[in-house]
């Protein structure tokens, strides 16, 4: 049987690292996802309302577990983007299709993403995500709630 070849990300672009980190949650593929992080071990991960994950082996793991329910019905939207020369910061929401007892339901979850400049090009270093809600938030509303 014919292995395939390893995903790589040379090359690519801070947005299309994005757009293969949400079409590997979209199809659930552990392969795919993992292209898209840096090799170091500093990357961090927060799921919605989960612990800070650190480290490219503890944050496959947490995607291997999470992918065990299935893919990752995600769409990404209202990015705002923060470049520099060496890293870009992507804020955005991510829309998931849930199951409620009323049936299928978009629910809205606040992320940050950071991509920094590497030796092997591009790398997404850091991905965190808010607990989600069953309203879409207002982004450009301001502060609820300073700290």
Sequence with gaps: MARKPPITAL???????EQRFYDALRKG?????????????EVV??????????????????????FGNGPIPVQPEQMHRLESMAAVVHHLMERV?????????DAWVIATNV????????RL????????????PDLDAGPATLH
Excluded: K
């Excluded at 090359?11 to 690292?17: K, V």
């Excluded at 299709?97 to 339901?105: E, F, I, K, L, Y």
């Excluded at 270093?125 to 879409?136: E, I, M, R, T």
């Design 45 to 66: 991960c927060v799921h919605p309302g989960g612990p800070r994950v650190v480290g490219p082996a503890a944050i496959r793991a947490s995607f291997e577990a999470i």
């Design 115 to 122: 991509y920094v400049q590497t030796a092997q090009g591009w």
């Design 11 to 17: 090359g690519a672009t801070p947005d299309e690292l």
């Design 97 to 105: 299709q849930v199951n409620t007892s009323d049936g299928p339901r």
């Design 29 to 41: 593929d552990i392969e795919a996802l993992m292209a898209v992080w840096a090799d170091d071990d």
């Design 125 to 136: 270093v850091a991905h965190h995500a808010s607990p989600g809600s069953l309203q879409a």
